[in-house]
């Protein structure tokens, strides 16, 4: 895969189209950004282009307008928050293609900056259309793709454009797929993988994946009740999928004496703040629900982490988002920020409870792809990524 460190010396003068992950949460109240991590994870790129003398075009995604301008979804308080990280000025476009974007691009000289609107404010970036990508494509001479939130989508802006124009991969993407790569191929041991989450549906074909490849599986949050009924164990009023009990009968077969299941639960009769909450032993009584792993479970975590070379984190141990059930969710956290070992988080809630603990910074990887990197665990091929291989 080529990487934009390749295209050191060629890129001055050049227009460079960027597709970036800038979907950022929004608060719900203000609509004002609540948090830029994707932002300043993209800024090396950004500077390494500029510092060539590149003229750099930014496209990204923000929320779901299902290609319909929605200026509650504009791309301009982006602009202006990436200028102030970049410390540097960053025009703005209020379109992503046509006359407008490209009367922009023509505004720009060497080591500028500029973000074009929502691509999604066109059906044709989500349908990847070709005429979407042309449009695209026009703007530029070459595409970089630094967007691995993307990754896993074939659009327009993503693998459509990448077929248009020389293409490379950013930084970012460099750095995701060469840690994703460690926890897939050739991994180092004793390799530890910890899921968790709501539901076993989204994790099963990463857990066939992983089990011919890991040492031991740590499986805690709701999904480990879908397995604990399937081996008979009582599991109260917890979330169980019903139509995965086979599935999970399935992967434990596969999984010989591999994969570790819950010994206790921090547990509630209702999911809310001021329910009383009790923690059980072996099972959770009828009229109860697990809610997040428990002391000697937490422990055993804990003791398997620390031994081990290679550790990758996908989903909370409990309902971290309420404080007396994220106790899991936080021992593993820190158990891995101290452990020593490679550490790879995955993105979405797992990296989001990472950053809320401090910890961002004693993790090895953080991947900024919850849905992204979950394919890419699963052995599945991304477009974003085969379109610059």
Known sequence: MRTI????????????????????????????????????????????????????ILMSHLGRPKGKRDEKLSLKKVADRLGELLGAEVAFAPDCIGPQAASAVAGLGDGDVLMLENTRFHAGDEANAPEMSAALAALADLYVNDAFGTAHRAHASTAGVAGCLPSAAGFLIEKE????????????????????????????????????KVDCMLIGGAMA?????????????????????????????EAGDKILLPLDHVCARQIEPEAESATFDDEVPDGWIGLDIGPRTTAL??????????????????????????AGTEAVARAMADCGATTIVGGGETAEAVEELGLQDRISHIST?????????AGEELPGIAALQ
Do not use: C
């Open 225 to 253: 009740y879908t397995f604990l009924k399937q081996q008979g164990v009582g599991v109260g009023n917890s979330l169980v999928e019903e139509d995965r009990l086979d599935v999970a009968a399935e992967l434990l077969a």
């Open 177 to 212: 797929v060469q840690y994703l790569s460690r926890a897939t191929s050739n991994p180092d041991h004793p390799y530890v993988a910890v899921m968790g989450g709501a539901k076993v549906s989204d994790k099963i074909k990463v857990i066939r994946n992983l089990l011919g």
């Open 301 to 326: 975590f804990e003791e398997k982490i620390r031994g081990a070379a290679l550790v990758t984190w996908n989903g909370p141990l409990g309902y971290f988002e309420i404080e007396k059930f994220g």
């Open 369 to 377: 792809g919850g849905g992204a990197s979950l394919e890419f665990l």
């Open 5 to 56: 460190r390749d295209l050191e010396g060629q890129l001055a003068g050049k227009r460079l189209l960027m597709r970036v992950d800038f979907n950022l949460p929004l608060d719900k109240a203000t609509g004002e950004i609540s948090n830029d991590l994707r932002i300043r994870m993209a800024l090396p790129t950004i500077r390494f282009a500029r510092e060539q003398g590149a003229r750099v």
